[in-house]
Nanobody, 118 residues
Framework: QVQLVESGGGLVTAGGSLRLSCVASGPIFSLAAMGWYRQSPGKQRELVAG???????NYADSVKGRFTISRDNAKKTVYLQMNSLKPEDTAVYYC????????????WGQGTQVTVSL
């Protein structure tokens, strides 16, 4: 079973930056499309960014131009560089396999809290 460990969250002021990391166990990481998701209180977990095995990326409109997803297959790690952070980016961020149907995903890690203050 794949284990996912997220890190890199914290408290930043609006306009600041953070870089999140997600280390995955398991032999198939290099073949898997991966995604970063977030969930804020009272809201459903949503897909923020995805990266396919070949490196193709896609982003939610709300983060396009500010966030960059990348991966290092040798380290089995997916990154999310977040720039120009806004208070509405405040959430717990998770990584998992990429899916348009978040409800079907299992094996979530503990996530990493990102808090953006004014």
């Amino acid at each position: 079973q794949v284990q996912l460990v997220e890190s890199g969250g914290g408290l930043v002021t609006a306009g600041g930056s953070l870089r999140l990391s997600c280390v995955a166990s398991g032999p198939i990481f290099s073949l898997a499309a991966m995604g970063w998701y977030r969930q804020s209180p009272g809201k459903q977990r949503e897909l923020v960014a995805g990266i396919h095995a070949g490196g193709t990326t896609n982003y939610a409109d709300s983060v396009k131009g500010r966030f960059t997803i990348s991966r290092d297959n040798a380290k089995k790690t997916v990154y999310l560089q977040m720039n120009s952070l806004k208070p509405e980016d405040t959430a717990v961020y998770y990584c998992n396999f990429l899916s348009n149907d978040v409800a079907t995903l299992r094996g979530w890690g503990q996530g990493t809290q990102v808090t953006v203050s004014l």
